[in-house]
């Protein structure tokens, strides 16, 4: 991959998470309202002349609806994007050791142990200036002495952006 | 203000200050505060060693920023991008009241600020994928030129000079005379110049 990595500076306050998982959590809410409306709803007059009881299909299940809006929002997420930016933004100066996924959040939970302190630091910035990665943020980080080449052990929580 | 054409709005600082806030078309409409260069100072660091934490990178940051500037770090937000692997860091500070008051006040007009960038670092991020690591990146606006040096993909040098036009030393000049700062030789980069006085900016040996 060729190019320079982007500057991490940015001046601006850091964003607050939480408002995006509230906002994530009210959109969910307001699809499952809407979900729960839909099946709901009588059958219309004209579909209800033409069908019987023995043709009239059945509506999805909550639990394979929830399934199939999982599947879907997997596909939609950027993984090779992240997985190209991670990369870059990692190097040699640190090792991931743990990568966790939530779909249906869009985050994606990283574990790793880097070299030095400072380096940990940074990678929230430069994981935000990256454009699969809406948000980045250091949960946090700890000195462990009995690594000698990466002794800071660090977890990042990366909000990814959906869609194509 | 700028033309909010687009998607994300963009509030230009210059010397003289902000443009007018406007209030957003709708709330939490997103901004971006956009910092002349001719405001923000730019500067290199060699990589400390032994740094424990980031409250030790910010102060050793605002210890070369007095150093080299002789202003007041107090009225001053300074940023390093610690870049792994490499030997010397880019840093950039902007006064704190574009910092921290103007993010706060367009806050309170409704607007979701994204991004408070210099002008040198937004173009530099726009356009770094194509970038060789052997480049001398400038940004030719109307308010300064901005030139900043990079060998074997490690910064060596970023300066900020009068607009072409307004002064008498050629945009080669300006580079050759930087290049020579640094101690880098100015044939082995690639010259790349974006801003709206770009055509300027011809490049002749």
């Not at chain 1, 309202?33 to 579909?47: F, K």
């Not at chain 1, 080449?149 to 977890?155: D, R, W």
């Not at chain 2, 356009?127 to 990146?137: E, G, N, S, V």
């Not at chain 2, 945009?171 to 050759?176: D, G, H, K, P, S």
Request: net charge neutral.
């Amino acid at each position: 991959m060729g190019g320079l990595s982007p500057l991490a500076i940015d001046f601006a306050p850091p964003r607050k998470a939480a408002k995006r998982t509230g906002w994530l959590a009210g959109g969910a809410g307001a699809l499952l309202v809407l979900a729960a409306g839909i099946a709901w709803l009588p059958p219309a007059h004209v579909e209800a002349s033409h069908m019987g009881a023995a043709t009239q299909r059945a509506l999805p299940g909550a639990e394979t609806a929830q399934a199939v809006d999982a599947a879907v929002r997997e596909l939609n997420l950027p993984w090779l994007a992240m997985i190209d930016a991670l990369g870059a933004s990692f190097g040699t100066d640190a090792l991931l050791l743990q990568v966790e996924t939530d779909a249906r959040r869009a985050v994606v939970r990283l574990e790793g142990e880097a070299r030095d302190a400072v380096t940990v630091q940074g990678f929230p910035a430069r994981l935000r200036a990256l454009p699969p990665i809406a948000d980045a943020t250091l949960v946090g980080q700890e000195l462990r002495s009995g690594t000698v080449a990466y002794p800071v052990h660090f977890v990042i929580e990366l909000h990814l952006r959906e869609g194509p | 203000m700028s033309p909010s054409r687009t998607k994300v709005a963009t509030l230009c600082v210059s010397l003289g200050g902000a443009h007018p806030l406007t209030d957003p078309p709708h709330p939490g409409a997103p901004l971006d505060i956009l910092v002349s260069d001719k405001v923000a100072r730019y500067w290199i660091m060699e990589r400390p060693p032994e740094l424990a934490s980031i409250s030790e990178l910010d102060l050793y940051a605002a210890d070369r920023f007095a150093a080299i500037f002789g202003d007041d770090p107090a009225a001053w937000t300074v940023r390093v991008d610690p870049a792994p692997r490499a030997e010397r860091w880019l840093a950039c500070a902007i006064p704190t009241s574009f910092a921290d008051e103007l993010p706060r006040s367009a806050a309170a007009h409704g607007w979701q600020v994204r991004r408070v960038q210099s002008r040198y670092i937004r173009e530099f991020n726009r356009c770094c994928r194509t970038l060789d690591p052997d480049t001398a990146f400038c940004v030719a606006s109307r308010e300064c030129t901005t030139i900043g040096l990079i060998v074997a993909g490690q910064w060596r040098g970023v300066r900020v000079h009068p607009p072409l036009g307004l002064t008498t030393a050629s945009f080669a000049t300006l580079l050759q005379r930087d290049c020579r700062q640094a101690g880098v030789p100015v044939d082995a980069l690639r010259t790349v110049v974006v801003g709206s006085l770009r055509e300027r900016a011809q490049w002749v040996d």
